[in-house]
Structure formats: structure tokens, C-alpha cells
């Protein structure tokens, strides 16, 4: 935690600038902006689970379609259903 305290007859614009000066030495932003996007691989098993999802709600709205019964509505029923 990066703590400043106003000097005697400091003016706000000063301590802020001297503020925003600490944060960047102290890499903090840089961390944050490194973890922000990070996203964790995910394990084998569920890549291949969400794979099989997709595929099934794929070929099921393909089926929709040539009965053409597709709509937002059966989407929807698709996807409570698995």
C-alpha cells in the first residue's frame, strides 16, 4: 500500500503528482496491467467437454432449421435442455 502524506504548504496538484510518481516506481500499475487479460489454461477435460457441448447445440439447431422450427425461443429450450 502506497501511503503519501501532504507536506506543510503543499499544494493538492503537487501531492498528487508526487502520488502518481510512487505508484509508478513501485510497479504496482505495471502488475495490475500484466494480471488484467491473464486467463488461466483450462484443463484438457473441460476443452474437450465444451467442445462436445457445442457440437451437440450445433447439430440440433442444424435439425431445427431444415424442419424450420429455429428461433430464439428453441435456442433457448436447446441449451436448458443440455
Known amino acids: 500500500m502506497i501511503q503519501v502524506k501532504r507536506k506543510e ?3 493538492a496538484e ?3 503528482r508526487r502520488f502518481s ?3 509508478q516506481q513501485s510497479g504496482v500499475l505495471r502488475q495490475v496491467r500484466k494480471q488484467r487479460f491473464h486467463v488461466e489454461e483450462q484443463s484438457r477435460e473441460k476443452r474437450r467437454a465444451e467442445a462436445l457441448y ?3 447445440i450445433r447439430k440440433e ?3 431445427l432449421k ?3 422450427k429455429f428461433d430464439e425461443d428453441a435456442l433457448r ?3 436448458k435442455r443440455m
Open 61 to 63: 439447431i442444424n435439425r
Open 54 to 56: 457445442k457440437v451437440k
Open 21 to 23: 510518481r510512487r505508484v
Open 77 to 79: 429450450d436447446i441449451k
Open 14 to 16: 503537487s501531492l498528487i
Open 9 to 11: 504548504k503543499e499544494t
Open 66 to 68: 431444415k424442419l424450420g
